[in-house]
């Protein structure tokens, strides 16, 4: 088994916040925290959004990086977050669908300790390799058949989404075998491939995209349902493979603390929808590499949460990849 350690002071008793919740208060500044650190994919569309989020409710959106834990430490700190509407969180698949699969005593619950706000789109995820390692997808599954456990790959960590993402491909493509190599960031396993010590990652195309385009590493696919607009000759998986169905994308959203009112809810999920209505933002987050998907009713939201956590667990469960 696959155990990956958190440091124990990230576990706290989980403290349930105040039943009552102000409104959220006109000019006062917002935290926006992100679980993870600077620079990565879901920092660069938290900025992004937190700045056009500012203009549309007059009052300061300030991120604030809470990185551990595979992005449960800052995740816990939203949880515990006083209820007045001034502290958000900015969360990924990684937290809000993954984690409860992968701790035995799981310290939050996404579906029951957060409110949701609106989803707000996802990175493409993308699967690459150096340029003489395979032309396309199926000459990589091909490679990897042949020779069960010689190609390595490189992902952001153990039980992150990149990681899954690659196990979900090796399990869709007829059980092939390559060595999963993980990294601490998406920035160390691009520099060893680059370097020639691994054959594949799995990335997201808003961080591969510029050695792609440089020719130092070659994007086969893409695992949305279309092709991304930034990579119109790169096909999907589904495509490439014929996998009807075949998806995997770095999904976003903005949670609240349990109890906070629902007009200062509304409030931030109207200024979400309306900043992401932006042509200028829309164009902007594209070209970044990112689909946005702005669903504000927090229903619809715990209903796809509920959904992924059942479409990954038997993903997790074959990997063995344990949190403690």
């Given at each position: 088994?696959?155990?990956?350690?958190?440091?124990?002071?990230?576990?706290?008793?989980?403290?349930?916040?105040?039943?009552?919740s102000?409104?959220?208060?006109?000019?006062?500044g917002?935290?926006?925290?992100?679980?993870?650190p600077?620079?990565g994919?879901?920092?660069?569309?938290?900025?992004r959004?937190?700045?056009r989020?500012?203009?549309?409710?007059?009052q300061?959106?300030?991120?604030?990086n809470?990185?551990?834990a595979?992005?449960?430490i800052?995740?816990?700190?939203?949880?515990?977050?006083?209820?007045?509407?001034?502290t958000?969180?900015f969360?990924?698949?990684s937290?809000?669908?993954?984690?409860?699969l992968?701790?035995d005593?799981?310290v939050?619950?996404?579906?029951?300790?957060l409110t949701?706000?609106?989803?707000?789109?996802?990175?493409?995820?993308?699967?690459?390799?150096r340029?003489?390692?395979?032309?396309d997808?199926?000459?990589?599954?091909?490679?990897?058949?042949?020779r069960?456990?010689?190609?390595k790959?490189g992902?952001?960590?153990?039980?992150?989404?990149l990681?899954?993402?690659?196990e979900?491909?090796?399990?869709e493509a007829?059980?092939?075998?390559m060595l999963?190599?993980?990294?601490?960031?998406?920035?160390p396993?691009?520099?060893?491939?680059?370097?020639?010590?691994?054959?594949?990652?799995?990335?997201?195309?808003a961080?591969?995209?510029?050695n792609?385009?440089a020719?130092?590493?070659r994007?086969?696919?893409?695992?949305?349902?279309?092709?991304?607009?930034?990579?119109?000759?790169?096909?999907?998986?589904?495509?490439?493979?014929n996998l009807?169905g075949f998806?995997?994308?770095?999904?976003?959203?903005?949670?609240?603390?349990?109890?906070?009112?629902?007009?200062?809810?509304?409030?931030?999920?109207?200024?979400?929808?309306?900043?992401?209505?932006?042509?200028?933002t829309?164009?902007?987050l594209?070209?970044?590499?990112?689909v946005l998907?702005?669903?504000?009713?927090?229903d619809e939201v715990r209903?796809f949460?509920?959904?992924?956590?059942?479409?990954?667990?038997p993903?997790v469960?074959?990997?063995?990849?344990r949190l403690?």
């Amino acid at each position: 088994m696959n155990r990956t350690k958190w440091p124990r002071r990230a576990l706290p008793a989980l403290a349930m916040p105040a039943l009552a919740s102000p409104a959220l208060a006109q000019g006062a500044g917002i935290r926006m925290l992100v679980p993870f650190p600077p620079g990565g994919a879901t920092d660069v569309f938290a900025r992004r959004l937190a700045g056009r989020m500012a203009a549309a409710l007059g009052q300061p959106v300030v991120v604030e990086n809470r990185a551990g834990a595979a992005g449960a430490i800052g995740t816990l700190e939203a949880v515990r977050a006083r209820p007045d509407g001034q502290t958000i969180l900015f969360a990924t698949a990684s937290t809000l669908g993954l984690y409860p699969l992968m701790v035995d005593r799981p310290v939050f619950d996404p579906l029951v300790d957060l409110t949701p706000v609106s989803l707000v789109g996802a990175a493409t995820v993308a699967f690459a390799v150096r340029p003489e390692v395979a032309r396309d997808l199926p000459a990589l599954v091909a490679a990897a058949r042949a020779r069960p456990g010689a190609l390595k790959y490189g992902s952001p960590g153990s039980g992150s989404y990149l990681h899954l993402s690659m196990e979900l491909l090796k399990r869709e493509a007829g059980g092939i075998d390559m060595l999963h190599v993980p990294y601490r960031g998406s920035a160390p396993a691009m520099t060893d491939l680059l370097g020639g010590h691994l054959d594949a990652i799995t990335d997201t195309v808003a961080t591969a995209i510029e050695n792609h385009r440089a020719g130092r590493v070659r994007i086969l696919a893409v695992a949305t349902r279309a092709r991304s607009p930034l990579l119109p000759e790169i096909p999907t998986v589904a495509e490439a493979l014929n996998l009807p169905g075949f998806e995997a994308a770095v999904w976003m959203a903005v949670m609240l603390p349990l109890g906070v009112a629902e007009p200062a809810r509304a409030r931030l999920a109207q200024s979400i929808a309306t900043a992401l209505a932006e042509p200028a933002t829309l164009a902007e987050l594209e070209q970044a590499g990112f689909v946005l998907d702005a669903r504000g009713n927090p229903d619809e939201v715990r209903g796809f949460m509920a959904a992924e956590q059942q479409k990954w667990r038997p993903v997790v469960a074959a990997t063995g990849v344990r949190l403690e």
